[in-house]
């Protein structure tokens, strides 16, 4: 596949990061090889997960899916670098992009104080034929959202009469991890070992979702350096993580 010439280099000039996702593994399957070369460069990157993925193995009731995935995702995160990890307990799989989870991020986001913030798709697809989910997509929209509602006093006033959080309009740039319409790459390297164990955490979840014999460093790894050799040839030919931005 040629190189897009569209595709710019990620944003460098900036020192925190939030990434909202729907569920636990969502960072692990589509940024973590640039968070984790973000964090070994000094940025400050948290976690907020809107759900704990309670509905994501089949063999597995949720209360008892919520506690394994919830510290699988801790254990993940932790292998990139990240030590803040929150969660909001939507349910999972019912996510809606309404009112109230645009003030709980509006929250978040005026709690950290992020100059970048990091998503997963919220288009309908992945591109081509396969559907995306209603929670990465209603999370993904939300964030978007929510990303100009945390800097607008008039929005959600209650944040800073009630709960003291100030308007925080430092957001630079929302970055959409695999979006089907990537606009700038992020190349990786030493990130690229950090991604594949923090995958690997996620084993009840990989056993659930491809079966018991899985073994899940062996699938962490041949994903993680698909998708990032995917990503170079459409940029400049070494391993790359692929993102939307958008500017603010």
Not at 70 to 92: K, S
Not at 215 to 239: C, N, V
Request: hydrophobic share 40%; aromatic share 8%.
């Amino acid at each position: 596949m040629p190189a897009e010439p569209h595709l710019s280099p990620m944003p460098k000039d900036w020192q925190r990061a939030l990434a909202v996702v729907a569920h636990p593994d969502d960072l692990e399957y589509g940024a973590a090889a640039a968070i984790a070369e973000w964090t070994a460069a000094g940025r400050e990157i948290s976690y907020l997960l809107v759900t704990r993925g309670e509905a994501g193995i089949d063999g597995l009731a949720p209360a008892e899916c919520a506690t394994v995935r919830e510290a699988e995702q801790r254990a993940g995160a932790a292998l990139v670098g990240v030590h803040t990890v929150e969660f909001l307990d939507h349910r999972d799989g019912t996510v809606e992009a309404g009112m109230p989870l645009r003030r709980e991020l509006s929250a978040a986001i005026r709690r950290h104080r992020p100059e970048l913030v990091i998503t997963l798709n919220h288009h309908d697809t992945w591109g081509g034929g396969n559907w995306n989910t209603p929670d990465h997509r209603a999370v993904g929209r939300a964030v978007l959202d929510a990303a100009g509602d945390a800097g607008n006093r008039w929005i959600f006033p209650e944040l800073a009469d009630a709960q003291g959080l100030a308007p925080w309009n430092g957001v630079r740039w929302v970055a959409v991890a695999a979006s089907p319409y990537p606009t700038h790459a992020a190349e990786v390297g030493p990130g690229i070992d950090r991604a594949v164990a923090s995958l690997a955490a996620h084993g009840a979840y990989i056993r659930g979702l491809r079966g018991a014999e899985q073994d899940p460093h062996s699938y962490a790894r041949t994903f993680i350096e698909q998708s990032l050799r995917s990503g170079g040839e459409r940029y400049r030919g070494r391993p790359a993580t692929l993102f939307q931005v958008f500017p603010r």
